[in-house]
């Protein structure tokens, strides 16, 4: 029952902020350059809307909860939804099935600032929390065009299936690998036993990087994709910390000639197709990229299965083990918030009008479970026959290493359910904590209790 106190409307753990006065929202004028705010964000991690300036806040912490109740609320109240991240960054959320997919679709938005004389806030300009896909030099996150089709033509190729095919047996031996190393623990962290390891040294023997600078890079990277705000010591010195170990590895000796730094590096030497500052851009974001969503999949797989003994089995048995990692991409997406999208001109988009420069996002957490196209879509459901999902993005548009992501997964998986046919969690769903918001949302840690193997068959007879 909602509670009605002063100006303040609770219901649900959400709260719908009641103007005062004209700042208790965004004045029109000075939103461009987020210059105002509409009060502070809430320290409970709730949502919040204002009635006459409609716009949804999400508060602080963001690590300790479920936002797929949110983001079904903003998918009900319509298709494109007006957002205030925690820093007083606004977007646009495009939260329904077809409307994203008309986003992803549309000539009407960039992926460039640069694109356009005054983006919103001073995005690419200005940090922002989770940003950091902005930030120039050029990588294929913030680039559009020919700038993007030049950079794409370079890295391409290491992403293709027949590449992913070739890497299969490395991918198959770093899995079993992984998972031998469980064998007769008592107690595991799936995420950072499991989850985390096999696509980190996946992605690293694809780029060049040598296993022993993996840790280091992995460690700063976590920082500066985690929702915090990048005015801090903290992130600062993780950022510095990446320039300078980007730069080490592009100094070092190549004798793998065929690796994807090799072959950038040989396209700037030789044929300058490509600068330096773009090569460590682009480690960054595809060392990212690489192993944090895909890593995030396997964490959301791995709880899949201890959770539910028909999903192991299903995983255990590799009967339509594809159908169960599509389910869990649409169910979980390790990337909610998809890649952002800037109007290039005024521009009315699913009934809504945005101006040019303002910042738009595919939810592609929202319109996943969208019931205008899934059944019963807050159901895991490892053996459904739906629409596609749109986890991968969709037409040229589409993840580059999507190939990768499903060749890890599809062999990860099935290896893990057979190893840990008797298991359950330490903790409960609702005491989970994530990492990040936007870019990649994750498992924290997945802490597991091995059960003996006759008394999970057992409890499975019951």
Not at 47 to 63: K, N
Not at 151 to 165: D, M, Q, S, T
Request: charged letters at 25%; one cysteine or more; hydrophobic letters at 45%.
């Amino acid at each position: 029952m909602p509670i009605f106190d002063g100006h303040v409307l609770f219901f649900s753990g959400v709260v719908c902020l009641l103007p005062l006065s004209g700042l208790d929202f965004h004045d029109a004028r000075c939103s461009r350059y987020g210059l105002a705010r509409s009060g502070r964000a809430d320290h409970g991690g709730r949502v919040h809307m204002s009635p006459a300036s409609p716009v949804w806040r999400i508060g602080l912490p963001v690590h300790c909860r479920d936002l797929q109740p949110d983001y079904r609320m903003w998918r009900e109240a319509g298709p494109v939804q007006r957002v205030e991240f925690p820093d007083g960054l606004r977007v646009w959320a495009v939260t329904r099935y077809d409307d994203v997919l008309a986003l992803l679709r549309s000539e009407g938005f960039t992926r460039d600032w640069s694109d356009v004389p005054c983006p919103a806030y001073g995005y690419g300009m200005r940090r922002h929390g989770e940003d950091y896909f902005a930030a120039k030099p050029s990588n294929l996150f913030n680039s559009d065009g020919t700038d993007h089709q030049r950079l794409l033509r370079l890295v391409a190729p290491f992403f293709n299936r027949r590449r992913i095919e070739g890497l299969q047996p490395f991918i198959d031996s770093v899995v079993h690998d992984v998972v031998e190393r469980l064998a007769g623990r008592r107690t595991m962290d799936l995420v950072a036993d499991f989850a985390v390891p096999i696509p980190l040294r996946i992605i690293g023997r694809l780029l060049g990087i040598r296993d022993a600078l993996l840790p280091a890079l992995t460690e700063h990277l976590h920082v500066v994709s985690g929702w915090i705000a990048p005015e801090s010591e903290r992130w600062r010195r993780s950022m510095l910390a990446l320039h300078r170990l980007t730069l080490h590895i592009m100094r070092e000796p190549r004798p793998e000639e065929d690796s994807l730094i090799a072959v950038l590096l040989k396209a700037h030497t030789e044929r300058g197709l490509i600068s330096r500052p773009e090569i460590s851009s682009m480690i960054k974001i595809l060392l990212a990229t690489g192993y944090e969503t895909t890593a995030a999949l396997l964490a959301n797989g791995a709880c899949a299965m201890i959770g539910d003994a028909a999903v192991r089995q299903q995983l255990a048995t590799r009967s339509d083990t594809d159908a169960c990692v599509a389910e869990l991409l649409r169910w979980q997406p390790p990337s909610p918030w998809g890649q952002i999208r800037i109007a290039l001109r005024d521009i009315t988009f699913a009934g809504t009008r945005i101006k040019a420069g303002d910042l738009v996002y595919p939810l592609i957490a929202a319109a996943n479970r969208d019931p205008a196209r899934f059944t019963a879509p807050d159901r895991f459901d490892p053996r459904r026959r739906e629409v596609t999902h749109l986890s991968f993005g969709r037409g040229r548009r589409r993840c580059l290493g999507t190939p990768l992501a499903l060749a890890v997964a599809t062999a990860a998986l099935p290896e893990l359910a057979e190893r840990l046919q008797g298991a359950r969690l330490t903790i409960l769903a609702e005491r989970f904590h994530w990492h990040g918001l936007m870019h990649v949302r994750m498992l924290q840690d997945l802490p597991v209790l091995a059960v003996d193997r006759a008394a999970a068959d057992a409890v499975s007879r019951l």
